[in-house]
């Protein structure tokens, strides 16, 4: 029952979110392969996280010791700075690049392509950004929880609508900022990394204004639910090589 309430928030959110689009007029996706993929990682979560598990050493940081919103405002800041560098190197090292393509290779980004991801992104990113976060600020259950709700504007930020911010895209992701990350056009690529917040985009020199909605996907995508598990491994063959069949 815990288990179901934990995913329930995203459950309402994704749902209301694939009506938007409907009612936006979307066209038709990846849908049913994105939902693999989000039950893959899913099952992944609640053994190999259970077993791999992040630091909990020391922090630098203790949050009881703050008030409430300073401690989620610093925890909030840490994480998203950890995502944007985690999904830089996504994009620079190959093994990375290996799993994260899975995500990239939606040939049309919906709310589901939030959930997207390589079943083993997670558990590298256990041991890496999520534990470096933790060694920096000890969080509180309170700010666990209310972090769990801050990322679900993931969610938004993937959703196939026609928002856009503007020039004021630079102060939170929203679809438009991110369809260009996701962009299959070359002008495009490795730009706009952020997460949540764009301002680290700005700093480090990533920010583009988003201009339009460009085609997404990869040449290739997973042809079946066996693809998927070992989508690393076969990424970026021919299609001809690929062998397995549903």
Not at 209 to 216: D, K, L, N, S
Request: charged share 15%; glycine share 6%; with cysteine.
């Amino acid at each position: 029952m815990s288990l179901f309430l934990a995913f329930l928030p995203t459950l309402l959110v994704t749902t209301m979110l694939l009506l938007a689009e409907r009612w936006a007029g979307a066209p038709p996706a990846d849908g049913w392969r994105n939902v693999q993929a989000w039950a893959l990682q899913s099952g992944v979560a609640v053994g190999g996280l259970q077993v791999i598990h992040s630091w909990t050493g020391p922090a630098l940081i203790d949050a009881r010791r703050l008030p409430f919103w300073a401690g989620l405002l610093i925890f909030f800041v840490v994480k998203d700075l950890g995502e944007y560098l985690f999904h830089r190197a996504q994009h620079r090292i190959p093994v990375l690049w290996a799993m994260h393509s899975l995500h990239h290779c939606d040939p049309e980004v919906t709310v589901l392509t939030t959930q997207r991801h390589f079943w083993g992104d997670q558990l590298v990113k256990q041991v890496t950004i999520w534990s470096a976060a933790l060694m920096v600020i000890s969080p509180t259950d309170a700010i666990l929880g209310s972090y769990g709700i801050i990322s679900l504007w993931n969610l938004f930020a993937h959703c196939d609508v026609p928002a856009d911010l503007g020039r004021w895209s630079w102060v939170v992701n929203c679809p438009a900022f991110h369809r260009r990350h996701h962009s299959c056009l070359p002008e495009h690529f490795n730009s706009n990394f952020a997460a949540i917040l764009p301002i680290f985009d700005v700093i480090f020199g990533t920010y583009r204004r988003p201009e339009g909605f460009p085609p997404t996907g990869l040449p290739r995508a997973p042809a079946n639910f066996a693809e998927l598990v070992i989508w690393p491994l076969i990424w970026n063959r021919p299609v001809a090589e690929r062998v397995l069949r549903v």
